[in-house]
């Protein structure tokens, strides 16, 4: 473990360095240098030049740096982490909003795990993230459910370019079999129906009224809910049986208007459980989340007898999340059918 820490810190330190090089003497953004310093290097270490920038020093410079680089040599999982590394790096140094920042492993964690228990016997799965981001919480669910010999086909869905810019990189790095589509995922979507919806749902409203007027969970008045309306198209993307884990705001079925969001759930599938997420990966109470699990209808699927409900433990209490974990287990042998 030290050992690949250690490959990780040393990889970073390179990369973020020929980052530094590279948006200094173009002046851009951290964010437009490391998606640069990262497809020169996908491009056999070959450095863009335009307008005669970068200049030749730093040219020679970043060359250097590319050649010491061993991050192609990296297991997918610690390419992954270096990559997550320098996105982050970039939240301090561009001032990145919350909506655009990635998935904690943390929480990737649970949720991969979450997969691997309830497909457990199913070797093929087809995934959808539903707002993918920079790619890190699908390719983290890629990388686990890979070790467990899965055939994975992937999708991630984004309408923000240079979010999908980084996703694309990273699965190219990372040789995972994802394709990637720059959309409004409130749109029709370009992919077949999948086993498994996932999505770390942005926070808000949705802007565009006409987009969603044929959604049940859309506000009558004013702009809707951009989770609630998310979690709709999740599950029409859904094939029959199919399960959608999303990590949406803690309360999210304690307001007022989450009516609506219940029954069309109720609708058309079935609320199978509602995990808040341990406290300490939160700042605040504002930015608490919880993992909803949702199952569309189908030949096997039911609901279940109690849905799963409760509390994550800390990280470092051990032996509390452990016990935690078997709960979560025991309750899906009884209650979840889906392979």
Known sequence: MIGKIKKIQKEYSLLEEAVKELQKNLQTTYLDALIETLENI???????????????????????????????????????????????????????????????DSIGMIVSYLIELFADSKKVLTITDICVGTGNLLTDIYNNLDKQNKNIQAYGIDNDDT??????????????????YHQDAIEELLIPKTDLVVGDLPVGYYPIDDK???????????????????????????KEDGIGIFIVPRGIFEVKDSVKLLKYIQKVGYLQGLLNLPTELFNDKQSMK????????????????????????????????????NEIVSWAKKNIYFN
């Open 42 to 104: 996908l491009d056999n270490n070959q450095v863009h030049v335009e307008d005669d920038k970068p200049d030749k020093k730093t040219v020679a410079k970043l060359k250097e740096l590319y050649a010491d680089s061993n991050i192609k040599n990296l297991e997918a999982d610690e390419k992954r982490q270096v990559i997550q590394l320098l996105i982050l790096k970039s939240y301090s140094e561009d001032k990145i909003q919350a909506n655009h920042q990635m998935t904690p």
């Open 163 to 180: 979010l999908l810019a980084l996703a694309s990189i990273s699965t190219q790095f990372q040789k995972q079999n994802i394709e990637l």
């Open 212 to 238: 969603v007027s044929d959604y049940i969970t859309k506000n009558n008045d004013g702009h809707s809910y951009a989770h609630y309306v998310l979690i709709e198209k999740s599950i029409r993307q859904l």
């Open 290 to 325: 919880s993992i909803l699990v949702v199952q569309k209808k189908g030949n096997k699927a039911k609901q279940a007898e109690e849905v799963l409900l409760g509390d994550f433990p800390s990280f470092k209490k051990q032996e509390e999340f452990k016990k935690f974990i």
